[in-house]
């Protein structure tokens, strides 16, 4: 119940998967994953809550109020990149644990002094693999949750290795077959990733929005060859002409204002990958992303030439193919002001703020009501093991999100507010409302 | 015996591992390379000569008139890069194969007629692991075999999945224990991997001497981050870095003379790999040849100042080490002459000419008189399924390959001129007397 609980319990977690230079490496499914979803299974049979595990993986701790009653989840994910940061999504869902703990008692003296049962139950929500490191795409549990992503497909997703979704779920004991909770609403709290509320010294950041997104598939066809037989003038270094490709998509941000795009190479193999041999074929993938969708759009449209450009100068040839497209997101108003209240509430500096990584909230925000709040980023870093926050900013957020879901499980934001809530869906996509979608991600 | 036989044999072995675009992939003691072997044993077997594998699976195949006398090798490689061709290596194997079977028919005769039996026995060679895409480094198992590799260690090295040299023979059947023949000579022909011969429609070069070599071994040290969340101006991203490499290895060849420097990077690996992340660490490797050390040396030099200044830009590290050097070696000049004389006497074209690449013979230059010879390859391309050599050109190098042979156990180029054979070699290394280096190959 206390943030001291609070703390202990999160830099508990942080030693599972735990690197030499304070990171984890904890990619979906694996032994370290599974750790951390005992720990989670653990945390909720201590409190007395039933603990579902779906199709796809997704672990849900339940809290049930009012039989019947559909559910406000909380949480986010416990997986990680490799060699990631202790906060990334941890953060999100042990405050989400504590979170329920400090309601469910608050409901206790409630129900107590005579009140009425909350409107809804509340769930807390380990999401499957939002990482996306060991199998592609990101964002799989929560989307295949809320029906974005197709279920048997993502189950056949295989890593690198050659092992299925299916077969890693599996092997440590989490592909679940309980029904999914309905749901009703949805709240994240998340570290920002980014340094503007680190720089404007805030403790709170409301998001509001979440940026366009947009991936390039690229493949960079040379010709194999000898690197000490052949002449200079007769190859066709297929990675030659990738490094161009690797600064172009690099070099393209500067063609915007600055920070209005942010575009990179973060995958990248090659073939035959031999110390002798000239490469033949370079696979890799470019990641683009704007506030703009027409900069994301320009951005493309200018790369595409530039390649074509570099296959004529290699006279070799390069396959573009989009995948990955995600369109701006708009989270409700009533979220966001209600989210601005409960910072009032407890005294906490607070800010609009976009999203610029994807999130479990950018799929569920597709079918109901979706809160989603930031705490600050030493440096911005993330990604890697030199992610910090400092405790005590992880326990104003945990405050906040105490206070957020308190309201949603009261009915805030949910019901008659819903209609606000679809008007601010300007992605293309299923258009729910947020009863048929409670229902369409309950399967 | 015949052309047909030789041509038949061939063929039929370039269908062993063979790929859809008629190439090879006969990695070194791979199941395809187990095949070769097999292949090349039966053929020993079935002329009646003795099968010897040594400690680093080079398999040889004995030709014994002279009991006690020491071997002439002729030979090459059965081993192929991944998706590589079927002329290189296999081409001087299954020639050596077939000359030994002519000059073995010779010799009968001369004995018949009551001519003393040859000076040196004839043995033909199976080299382990040239090319070295599977294990580094390449032209392994000549190497050892002249004592410039330590076999221990060799054994030791490890592929990409973590197999040691010693368990993939072993798991091939192909870890011997049989004494190396004591090595009186070398011979091996090739397909020359440029276009000179074919540019100049000749049938055969003598190899005159191999170019210098060396590699840099160069690891980026950026900084992981997230693709989406971290600003442009806060990455520090290896791949961006690395990929301005890639770009001054090549582009350092444009300082000097054309073609008077190859350089190249074939292999690159990049952590974490994560479409999402921004690669922390870039690992890859350049390659430099030259006809001369100080051009390699200034091109050396160049990239140093280069890379330095990419460091300083990006604000990360790159460590650079130089590895696998390999000074220029002369072949004897009596052996070039001898190549002339039967090229000569055969009515082809010849001219000397200067290795690109690695050979086995490089090795085995260094310990006793050693005869190169190249055949023409189509297009020069090399390293690839569409490496070529017209059935014309093959057979004319079979049949120059016999008259060296011939040549050399009856004591051409190995004995009174063996300190010719010393004053060519201008490398360091182990600086021994033909008879004193035999006693060494052969352990």
Partial sequence: MSAETFLADFHHVATIGATPASGVDRQAATAEDKQTRDWFAGFAADHGWEVRVDGIGNMFALLEWTPGAPYVLIGSHLDSQPLGGRFDGAYGVIAGLHAAERVDLRVAEALQAGADAPRHNLAVVNWFNEEGGRFAPSIMGSSVFAGLMDESRMLAVKDLAGTTVAEALEAIGYLGTDARPEVAGYAEIHIEQGRILEREGLALGAVDYSWYTQKLDIEVLGEQSHTGATAM????????????????????????????????????????????????????????????????RQARASLLEDIAAIAREHDIRINVNDFDIR??????????????????????????IRTMAGHDSVAMNRIVPTVMMFIPSVDGVSHCEREFTTDADMVAGLDALSGVAWEMVNGALIGAESAEHDAGVLASGPAVSGAVAAGAGAR
Same sequence: chains 1, 2.
Wanted: no cysteine.
């Fill in 327 to 352: 369109d701006i997101q708009y989270y409700p108003e009533d979220g966001l002001e209600l989210t601005e209240k409960v910072a009032a509430n407890l005294g906490l500096g607070i800010r609009r």
């Fill in 233 to 296: 003038a007769d190859r066709h270094d297929a990675l030659v002409a990738a490094s161009k490709v690797v600064l172009l998509v690099h070099d393209v941000t500067g063609k915007f204002e600055e920070e209005a795009l942010v575009s990179s190479v973060g995958q990248l193999t090659l073939e035959p990958n031999s110390p002798i041999v000239v490469a033949r074929r370079v696979h890799l993938v470019a990641d683009l992303r704007s506030a703009s969708p027409e900069i994301v």
